[in-house]
């Protein structure tokens, strides 16, 4: 699913926010990251920067992230245990 990407220079609209939530809370949700922590800042910081880079579609900002957290992103070292 796309997101309705209305923004322009970097504003996310409503419908656009609502959709980076959907996305943020569920990659939350099955990475077990509580809201607050740094692996949960440090996800939507990601996920915001792909949307400001003109990356609208739903798939692919997930698709990205999951790499994103493969890699060394403080996420990705709380996933390992390595807080």
Do not use: W
Request: include cysteine; proline fraction near 2%.
């Amino acid at each position: 699913m796309a997101v309705n990407h209305s923004a322009i220079g970097g504003i996310a609209y409503p419908g656009d926010m609502a959709a980076l939530t959907r996305i943020y809370d569920d990659l939350c949700n099955e990475r077990g990251f509580f809201e607050g922590s740094a692996a949960a800042e440090d996800l939507a910081r990601a996920t915001m920067s792909l949307f400001s880079q003109g990356v609208f579609d739903e798939h692919e900002i997930r698709e990205s992230i999951a790499l994103y957290l493969g890699r060394k992103s403080p996420a990705a070292k709380m996933l390992r245990g390595n807080h």
